[in-house]
Each structure stands twice: as structure tokens, then as C-alpha cells.
């Protein structure tokens, strides 16, 4: 049963537009959500998160949406870069400090 | 160091043998995670420590695993009689407190192959 799905295994966006990663989620009480990036033969590195009291964060080029009602985060990234490229996790949590992960959204950056 | 390190960072093993996985998180920190990520897949939740505790166990795929850590600091994943669908890259990470609040730093991993 995943709790933490991203139904687009992978994304292409021309560079300087905006890539827009879906992520959706099943279980009521996560209360924080969370994006890793990673590159190949790396460990995943932690871009943004937001708790379940905001409906908005951003950060430089990065922003994250969270609609409770639909249990639905995005991520957008603008403009997209070509270090951009890489596999992106959305990730959540509730009160036992537990983090799941969804299975991961490789976004390609075309020149 | 200055991150998350795991030793080995491959491991061929034969099957039904036991591998010991090892994890040094960044000195202070509390919270230690284990993941599996096996070909295709997310990030599988294994184990949560805080200090030396597990508060959750639940992720651990079956009673061939198991985890220990000591001195609030290095953390041993070991796998007995290994299978093939043991064969994964298994992620260390570490957080001042949790992850949940605070960033979670990941190390590079260890690429098992069991065959």
C-alpha cells in the first residue's frame, strides 16, 4: 500500500521553463511534506519542505503547493536548469517521525 | 568525516550468506534513518533510531534483518541468509533531531548483490 505516490516516473522540460512535479498522498495524518533531489551514485539531498499549516513555500526557484483537501503537493521549479536534471522524491510524514518516500520523478532538462 | 558515511560501498555476496552494513552518521546527530531502494523503486523505510532506540521497526522486511546502534552513533544493518531480493542500494541518514523537522543528511549508500 503506498502512501506516497508520484505517478510520472519521469518529466522532460525544455531549460527555462517550469517543471512541475505531482506527488499525492493517501494517509490523513501526514502533517509534513518533504522534496529530495538525487543524483546518480549519490545519496538524495533535501531541497524544500512544508508543514500541513501552509499551503505555500518557496525558496529561490523552488516552490512547493500543498492541497490537504486533495492531498496533493506539487513542486516548481522556474526557471529549470540543467543541473536541474535529476530523480526527485516527495517524501512525508506524521507524528512518529517516520519519512516515506514516494518512488521518485526523473525530470529531464532539455537544452 | 563531514557527512553520512557507509561502509562497504559495494557488496557482492552469495546467497544465504550475512552481510553487515555499517553507517557513521554526522557527529550530534540524534535521528538515524535505514532505506532500501531496490531497481525501479522509492525509498523503502526500514528502521528509525533516536539515540540508541528504535521507536519503529516496522519497515524491517522480515526477521532476517535487523539493526542495532550504539554510542548514539554508529548504526550496523545485518542481513542473515541473504536473498536475491535482498539485492538493493541500502541509504544511511541522519538528522540533528528528525527528519521530520530538520534536514536529513543521506550518505552514498551500499549496493548489495546477492547472487
Known amino acids: 500500500d503506498q502512501q506516497v505516490k508520484q505517478n510520472s516516473p519521469s518529466l522532460s522540460v525544455q531549460e527555462g521553463r517550469i517543471s512541475i512535479l505531482n506527488c499525492d498522498y493517501t494517509n490523513s495524518m501526514f502533517d509534513y511534506f518533504l522534496w529530495y533531489k538525487k543524483y546518480p551514485a549519490e545519496g538524495p539531498t533535501f531541497l524544500i519542505s512544508?508543514?500541513?499549516?501552509?499551503d505555500k513555500n518557496e525558496d529561490g526557484r523552488f516552490t512547493v503547493f500543498l492541497n490537504k483537501s486533495a492531498k496533493h503537493l506539487s513542486l516548481h521549479i522556474v526557471p529549470s536548469q540543467p543541473g536541474d536534471s535529476a530523480v526527485y522524491f516527495c517524501a512525508a510524514s506524521a507524528q512518529d517521525d517516520k519519512i516515506i518516500f514516494g518512488k521518485g520523478t526523473r525530470l529531464h532538462i532539455l537544452p | 568525516g563531514a557527512g553520512v558515511s557507509q561502509s562497504p560501498s559495494n557488496k557482492v555476496t552469495e546467497k544465504g550468506k550475512d552481510v553487515e552494513l555499517r553507517c557513521d552518521p554526522i557527529?550530534?546527530?540524534?535521528?538515524l534513518y535505514w532505506y532500501r531502494q531496490r531497481l525501479g523503486q522509492g525509498l523503502e523505510f526500514l528502521i528509525y533510531?533516536?539515540?540508541?532506540?528504535?521507536?519503529?521497526k516496522s519497515g524491517l522486511p522480515s526477521d532476517r534483518f535487523s539493526a542495532e546502534r550504539t554510542g548514539e552513533s554508529v548504526s550496523t544493518l545485518t542481513i542473515q541468509r541473504t536473498q536475491q531480493e535482498d539485492s538493493a542500494v541500502y541509504l544511511c541518514a541522519s538528522s540533528v533531531q528528525g527528519a521530520r523537522w530538520t534536514e536529513a543528511f543521506f550518505g552514498q549508500g551500499t549496493r548489495l548483490t546477492v547472487v
Open positions: 512544508i508543514s500541513s499549516i501552509k
Open positions: 557527529s550530534g546527530h540524534t535521528a
Open positions: 533510531f533516536q539515540g540508541n532506540s528504535a521507536p519503529d
